[in-house]
């Protein structure tokens, strides 16, 4: 199984904060890396794709960068409604595993 | 817009099956993987499986052995069955598309959950 490790489990942060999400993996899974957003009570949304690419609608301050087995998920200019969990996931094994999770809270 | 949404009971005993259905509407049921995704209350995320529109499956072998999923493609319905449930099955289940590119794969439309208690 491919492991997935997040960093930190959870922060702190301020509206107009840069914040930057951390998702480390076991093996090399090039840029089968994927970014959602969760919210309480409300299902996962996807946010990136392919380790870089922005889903449809999503706003332009969120940014996905990494290949290999470090990647990172950018927030420029946090606004209050990006408080919530964020969830990374590979594709790259037949096994898809998420990450633990990051809590951006105030 | 594809549109899903989870249906079923919300308690199942201990020992029991659970089965779980998700319509999915707005969008070409075929030609795509539909998948089950769970979430122990406060924990993680947990990919069970998927289905694809020809019927073929794939598991997460930690449930292979108690996990089924079937399809109806003229009620563009998938479902999921889950045998011999503990406590530890207890979680809120999504169903949700698994869209595959040639490089790439991700769950882009997700049904608002469903929570299923075991317990007796």
């Known amino acids: 199984d491919i492991q997935m490790t997040q960093s930190p489990s959870s922060l702190s942060a301020s509206v107009g904060d840069r914040v930057t999400l951390s998702c480390r993996t076991s093996?090399?899974?090039?840029?089968?890396l994927n970014w959602y957003q969760q919210k309480p009570g409300k299902a996962p949304k996807l946010l990136v794709y392919?380790?870089?690419t922005l889903q449809s609608e999503v706003p332009s301050r969120f940014s996905g960068s990494g290949s290999g087995t470090e990647f990172t998920l950018t927030i420029n200019t946090l606004q209050p409604e990006d408080f919530a969990t964020y969830f990374c996931q590979q594709s790259y094994s037949a096994l898809r595993t998420f990450g633990q999770g990051t809590k951006v809270e105030i | 817009q594809v549109q899903l949404q989870e249906s079923g009971p919300g308690l199942v005993e201990p020992s029991e099956t659970l089965s779980l259905t998700c319509t999915v509407s707005g969008g070409s049921f075929t030609g795509s993987f539909w998948s089950w995704i769970r979430q122990p209350p406060g924990k993680g995320l947990e990919w069970l499986g998927f289905i694809y529109y020809t019927g073929n499956t794939k598991y997460n072998p930690s449930l292979e052995s108690r996990v089924t999923m079937s399809m109806d493609t003229s009620k563009s319905q998938f479902s999921l069955q889950l045998r011999s449930v503990t406590v530890a099955d207890t979680a809120v289940y999504y169903c949700?598309?698994?869209?595959?590119?040639?490089?790439?794969?991700?769950?882009?439309?997700w049904g608002q959950g469903i929570l299923v208690t075991v317990s007796s």
């Open positions: 949700a598309r698994q869209l595959s590119g040639s490089s790439t794969e991700f769950f882009d439309f």
């Open positions: 392919g380790a870089s």
């Open positions: 093996q090399n899974i090039n840029n089968y």
